[in-house]
């Protein structure tokens, strides 16, 4: 009954040692992934000597994030996707969200949206100048605008002027 008892120990220790290292490792691969997701937690405070070397690193990390987010979304045109939004861009690029506005918020001084949208509207008024008598809803759905009605709002917006108006100045 002795060596019974003995070895329950012995196997219950063994165990707890396992599980003790299982979850060392795997807490650590999750810190790792982080890292390599979002680019702001790898400025360790520890390797640099005073806040304005953080954040010499912070704005080379912010200005790395955002060559790729234009490389991304305007030399692949993906602005021209109607379904973009910035949860897709972020996980397309390997960041968060969170990362990807402060990093245009930043460097570009525009919200995801009017980024986008000034990218729509800059193809849009090539599209018309190439084809002035293309129809507004052709020339909007190619810009990736879900329609006539949100690409003239946006237009307007942006411009200050309606589509045609601009057209007809131009």
């Not at 810190?31 to 010499?56: C, G, M, Q």
């Not at 949100?150 to 131009?170: A, T, Y």
């Amino acid at each position: 009954l002795q060596l019974l008892a003995d070895a329950v120990n012995i196997l219950l220790g063994i165990s707890l040692i396992t599980l003790f290292y299982i979850s060392i490792f795997f807490s650590e691969k999750k810190f790792t992934r982080k890292i390599i997701r979002n680019p702001y937690l790898a400025v360790n405070p520890d390797t640099y000597h005073n806040s304005r070397e953080i954040a010499v690193k912070r704005a080379s990390l912010n200005n790395e994030l955002t060559d790729n987010i234009r490389k991304y979304i305007e030399t692949e045109r993906h602005f021209l996707d109607n379904g973009i939004n910035i949860t897709s861009v972020a996980r397309a690029l390997g960041t968060n969200r969170t990362y990807l506005a402060a990093a245009l918020h930043d460097d570009i001084k525009m919200s995801f949206r009017q980024y986008i949208n000034s990218l729509r509207i800059t193809e849009a008024k090539r599209l018309m100048k190439e084809s002035p008598d293309e129809i507004l809803d052709i020339i909007a759905t190619k810009c990736g605008f879900s329609g006539d009605s949100q690409f003239v709002k946006k237009f307007m917006e942006i411009e200050g002027i309606s589509p045609r108006n601009w057209l007809k100045n131009s």
